[in-house]
């Protein structure tokens, strides 16, 4: 079972653009380490502070084969290409639909401790980083698609929500 609670599309904090972090210490690792491993217990390969319950711009990744990653109040500063891929969400799990994102760009942020970083993504890292940047803003993939695909896309999940079971006994963070 997964050690924090994520909540699924539509629920609020999942709508709302994230508070920039400005305590960095024990609290920010534990929640940046308890993100890791839901985000493993799940199979996913980012999950955002928001998708947590927590609305601060937070989010960790780890590419198949690569290395864990945190980046704290992270900002897309160039993009550049365009490359549809298949996506999904841990806040709207099976479902899936190709997105548009950028193929190359180059990110600022902050690590866990508050040390600013720099560094340019491509591919699918550069996917991940995009996707979990939008929950920072309150956008979950379906909202990157077309009208019709988009309402395609939340009527298949209005069904899919419905026979989900809802995990028991998960600590939340509020």
């Known amino acids: 079972m997964a050690k ?9 904090v999942l709508t709302l653009k994230a508070a920039p972090v400005t305590d960095f210490g024990p609290e920010l690792e534990t929640l940046a380490q308890d993100m890791l491993e839901t985000m493993d217990e799940s199979e996913g390969v980012g999950l955002a502070a ?9 989010l960790v990744l780890c590419e198949p084969e ?3 990653m945190c980046l704290v109040n992270p900002v897309i500063k160039e993009s550049e290409g365009r490359e549809y891929g298949e996506e999904g969400c841990l806040s709207l799990p099976k479902m899936y639909a190709r997105v548009p994102r950028a193929t190359h760009i180059k990110v600022s942020a902050q690590d866990i401790r508050g040390v600013p970083v720099e560094f340019e993504a491509n591919n699918f890292l550069a996917r991940i980083i995009q996707h979990e940047c939008d929950h920072l803003e309150g956008i979950v993939f379906p909202d990157r698609l ?3 695909t988009r309402e395609e896309v939340i009527e298949q999940w209005e069904t899919v929500r419905k026979n989900l079971k809802k995990p028991k006994d998960v600590r939340q963070r509020a």
């Not at 924090?4 to 609020?12: C, G, S």
């Not at 928001?50 to 937070?58: A, C, D, I, N, Y």
């Open 4 to 12: 924090l609670k994520i909540f699924y599309y539509p629920d609020k």
């Open 66 to 68: 690569g290395e864990p």
């Open 146 to 148: 077309d009208a019709f």
């Open 50 to 58: 928001p998708q947590v319950g927590v609305s601060k711009r937070l």
